[in-house]
């Protein structure tokens, strides 16, 4: 039986200096906290967030989340994706039916013409597919599913509220064909279980056959205290087997848990496959482009372009410096906008346009042909091929 408690808040939105790697949101905002979707490895269980009572029916909602939105979304200075989603909560959970907390905010979130985000296992985020419609008419939205199987047993083992994998793929089909972008964090895969070769190309397969976006992927970790004290139980009661394994892969106690070695090369051919396949590892260009402005879209290109050089082996320390200097000429430009209120951040992405046009720009990240290539990208509009690496 749930148990929702209703607490005002003093803040509904946290800014970020930088949009996300993952999600490309530059604000987060989350009605709840706690999940009934009660997936067993869930991070959000470990002390360290404290929540306390049953993290599956004690939820916390944000009482407040309406009123301060309308108060704090037309103040906002900067244009840029809300992420709605959290580790510890999820957006979508069973009782946002009822409430529709979520709803509200994103009818606010499109009244200001703001794009958005969302980390959801829930197939009701179907129930909203009419306002992200209406957002694509200034901004190219895009959601996360998590789905790490295709396996349904698994899946009800360690997410056991969550909607099936088969309704989680109608959903990402329906969202699909209304042309809303979806990628999917595949987090966590569960070693031995979820962490194999098989149940990541069957996956991916079908992935690419309803023509998701990209995939995220990461290992389990595992928190000391109660949230590997819990996920251990399953593992003794379902994979016995496995229960030795799993206590030498986390026999290290680290503060973020993770394992002690990684499956380094199975990763590297989950990478290669995906590339041969066509399916990114990073939100496409296509889609952040339009929901940041310039300068932040050049930013977020620059850190995946870093992560997918470097997962091929390719050097990375020329453009490693170039994106150094061009993070500390942005952060120094952002913080001289941000100091001055009757400054508006759009006249940096003007100063940024002119100076991509005179060369200006090479001599900032002190890299001409980097440079050229963001002309392209920002000036002429060319997309890049997060599998080819290669501008298109
Ligand atoms: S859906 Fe996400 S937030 Fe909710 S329990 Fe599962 S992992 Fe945690």
């Not at 906290?33 to 404290?50: Q, S, T």
């Not at 009701?124 to 419609?133: G, P, S, Y």
């Not at 989680?168 to 070693?191: D, F, H, T, W």
């Not at 990073?282 to 952040?288: C, E, F, S, V």
Request: glycine share 4%.
């Amino acid at each position: 039986m749930r148990n929702p408690h209703f607490k005002d808040v003093k803040k509904i939105i946290n800014k970020g200096k930088s949009p996300d790697s993952w999600y490309t949101g530059l604000y987060g905002l989350s009605p709840y906290i706690a999940c009934e979707h009660g997936c067993l490895y869930c991070d959000g269980r470990a002390e360290r967030y404290r929540i306390e009572g049953d993290f599956e029916k004690d939820i916390v909602v944000k009482g407040n989340t309406i009123d301060l939105l309308k108060k704090v979304l037309p103040k906002l200075r900067e244009y840029g994706t809300i992420a709605l989603s959290s580790g510890i909560s999820d957006s979508y959970q069973p009782l946002e039916k009822d409430l529709e907390i979520t709803r509200e905010a994103l009818k606010l979130i499109r009244d200001i013409k703001y794009p958005v985000t969302l980390l959801t296992k829930s197939t009701l985020i179907k129930r909203d597919i009419d306002i992200f419609k209406e957002m694509k008419e200034y901004a190219n939205i895009h959601v996360h599913f998590t789905l790490t199987t295709l396996d349904e047993n698994i899946s009800s083992i360690f997410e056991p509220n969550a909607p099936s994998v088969s309704e989680r793929l109608e959903a990402i089909k329906l969202l699909k064909s209304n042309e809303i972008g979806v990628g999917i964090s595949a987090m966590p895969y569960l070693p031995y279980i979820t962490e194999t070769k098989d149940n990541i190309v069957d996956l991916l397969d079908k992935l690419k056959e309803i023509d998701v976006d990209f995939l995220v992927p990461m290992v389990l970790a595992l928190r000391p205290g109660r949230l590997k004290e819990l996920y251990f139980k399953v593992i003794a009661k379902n994979y016995p087997h496995l229960l030795k394994k799993y206590e030498d892969l986390y026999s290290n106690n680290t503060e973020y848990g993770g394992p002690r070695y990684n499956n380094y090369n199975l990763y590297k051919n989950i990478r290669e496959y995906m590339d041969t396949i066509g399916l990114a590892q990073r939100l496409p260009l296509k889609y952040y482009r339009t929901q940041l402005n310039n300068y932040h879209t050049i930013e977020l290109l620059l850190d995946h372009m870093m992560t997918l050089y470097r997962n091929k082996n390719i050097d990375i320390s020329r453009l490693k410096e170039a994106n150094q200097n061009y993070m500390s000429w942005l952060n120094n430009e952002r913080s001289y906008i941000a100091r001055r209120r009757n400054m508006n951040f759009d006249e940096l992405d003007s100063k940024l346009d002119s100076m991509l046009r005179n060369d200006e720009f090479g001599e900032i990240i002190k890299n001409k042909k980097l440079s050229h290539f963001m002309r392209e990208i920002i000036i002429d509009g060319a997309d890049y091929d997060y599998c080819t690496l290669k501008l298109k």
